[in-house]
């Protein structure tokens, strides 16, 4: 089991910055996958970034790269992802997903979400 809370949402300008965190309960938060994902009002939850177990790879949807960078603390059982020139088309509701794995097998678990709203 993995227990996931997310902080660090709240209002910013356009072209402002955030910083999300995402702190795991857990005794397997080293061996998962760690993503953020986002959703909009009225629109399907979407990938925006992940990055593996070891950290060494990550990757972004298009929309966010060169702006956001996702990082991890595997001593501290914390994923990060930080937000930079936001955009207001960037406002939604940020969870954080930890993809644990068991052989070829993996286990899904979610956060409960933080906003975060760009005005223009």
């Known amino acids: 089991q993995v227990h996931l809370v997310e902080s660090g949402g709240g209002l910013v300008q356009a072209g402002g910055s955030l910083r999300l965190s995402c702190a795991a309960s857990?005794?397997?938060?080293?061996?998962?996958?760690m993503g953020w994902f986002r959703q909009a009002p009225g629109k399907e939850r979407e990938f925006v970034a992940d990055?593996?177990?070891?950290?060494?790879?990550?990757s972004y949807t298009d929309s966010v790269k060169g702006r956001f960078t996702i990082a991890r603390d595997n001593a501290m059982n914390t994923v990060y992802l930080q937000m930079n020139s936001l955009k207001p088309e960037d406002t939604a509701v940020y969870y954080c997903?930890?993809?644990?794995?068991?052989?070829?097998?993996?286990?899904?678990?979610w956060g409960q979400g933080t906003q975060v709203t760009v005005s223009s």
């Open positions: 857990g005794r397997t938060f080293s061996r998962s996958d």
């Open positions: 997903r930890a993809r644990a794995w068991s052989s070829l097998l993996y286990s899904d678990y």
């Open positions: 990055i593996t177990w070891n950290g060494q790879t990550t």
